[in-house]
């Protein structure tokens, strides 16, 4: 069983960068694929980024492409979403999750993954 806590969410002005963080804890975090969705009220839940299992393959969500950069530290069993450039459009709650997986069409699928985090507040204000 894989516990994930995210960190780091906030308010920032549009135009600004935050980092928000997601803990493991209680699995082999090195050998998941660890991906970050975020969920604006109304909407569905969307990809935003993920990154497999060694660093190997990222990928983003058309809408965060060149802004948003996912990362991992397996020391720290850590990954990172450093956002730049924040819109306005960006506010959403943001939760981070741990999949098996590492086929990129699987990966936009929430389903696809095992575990989650209970999800961090990001509002940009314009």
């Known amino acids: 069983q894989v516990q994930l806590v995210e960190s780091g969410g906030g308010l920032v002005q549009a135009g600004g960068s935050l980092r928000v963080s997601c803990a493991a804890s209680?699995?082999?975090?090195?050998?998941?694929?660890m991906g970050w969705f975020r969920q604006a009220p109304g909407k569905e839940r969307e990809f935003v980024a993920a990154?497999?299992?060694?660093?190997?393959?990222?990928y983003y969500a058309d809408s965060v492409k060149g802004r948003f950069t996912i990362s991992r530290d397996d020391a720290k069993n850590t990954v990172y979403l450093q956002m730049n450039s924040l819109k306005p459009e960006d506010t959403a709650v943001y939760a981070c999750?741990?999949?098996?997986?590492?086929?990129?069409?699987?990966?936009?699928?929430?389903?696809?993954?095992?575990?989650w985090g209970q999800g961090t507040q990001v509002t940009v204000s314009s």
């Open positions: 999750a741990a999949s098996r997986l590492i086929v990129w069409r699987a990966l936009l699928r929430p389903n696809s993954y095992d575990y």
């Open positions: 209680g699995g082999t975090f090195s050998m998941y694929t």
């Open positions: 990154i497999t299992w060694g660093g190997d393959s990222t």
